[in-house]
């Protein structure tokens, strides 16, 4: 079955610091995977998605994640933080054979200090 | 703005009670998904419907249903409600049903608090 495993569920980096959110993923078949934001009181937004092209995936606010078949990983960063990357940060997970499933990860929370 | 509408934002009810959470998927996105967000259990997948038709069911409990309209709107209905039911119920919708490379988009979910 597959499944995403997120490595600390709090995080806190100081403004201007690189920011590494672990995600690390288990399938059988190479999956697509996806890393969410959820600001306070909002529904989660897409930050970044792979589907087998690229394996470095950059995405919306300076986000960038790469996909590392070896190590099974998927880890999400961004060079320098800002204030208002604090958020909840979630990798999900969709396999390709054909269970439909869109299994999310535990959530990291990002503080970000000034 | 997702475009995902969920109804209502906040509900607060008593043990044993029924409620029924309504989503509006964005237009033209057949499928729709059901989350519950707890503190202890992170977000939950919980049942996933296309075009009318239940497609992957998660960690769903037999006390809760789910059912997709003709017209793609989607109902949660949670029944004998416990004390830990207490949740964010997220619904989200994305274009196609089949394995997924496409976005989820969500809604700003529904706040149950069961005293």
């Known amino acids: 079955a597959q499944s995403v495993t997120q490595l600390g569920s709090h995080v806190s980096v100081s403004e201007g610091a690189l920011v590494l959110l672990r995600c690390n993923y288990s399938s059988s078949v190479p999956p697509y995977l996806f890393w969410y934001v959820q600001y306070p009181n909002q529904g989660l937004q897409l930050l970044l998605k792979?589907?087998?092209?690229?394996?470095l995936v950059k995405g919306i606010n300076g986000f960038e994640a790469e996909f590392k078949k070896s190590e099974t990983s998927f880890h999400l960063t961004k060079p320098s933080a800002h204030m208002s990357d604090a958020a909840e940060y979630f990798c999900?997970?969709?396999?390709?054979?054909?269970?439909?499933?869109?299994?999310f990860g535990t959530g990291t929370r990002l503080k970000v200090l000034a | 703005d997702s475009g995902v509408t969920q109804t209502p934002k906040h509900l607060i009810t008593a043990t044993g009670q029924r409620v029924t959470l309504r989503c509006s998927p964005r237009s033209g996105d057949l499928s729709v998904y059901w989350y519950q967000q707890s503190l202890d259990q992170g977000l939950q997948f919980l049942i996933q419907?296309?075009?009318?038709?239940?497609?992957a069911k998660g960690n769903i409990l037999e006390r809760f249903s789910a059912q997709q309209f003709p017209d793609l709107h989607s109902e949660l209905n949670l029944s004998s409600l416990e004390l830990g039911d207490s949740a964010l119920y997220f619904c989200?919708?994305?274009?196609?049903?089949?394995?997924?490379?496409?976005?989820?988009?969500f809604g700003e979910g529904s706040r149950l608090t069961v005293l």
């Open positions: 419907y296309y075009n009318g038709e239940e497609r």
């Open positions: 989200a919708s994305s274009r196609t049903g089949g394995v997924g490379t496409g976005e989820l988009f």
């Open positions: 999900a997970v969709s396999d390709r054979s054909g269970t439909y499933k869109y299994i």
């Open positions: 792979y589907t087998s092209a690229a394996t």
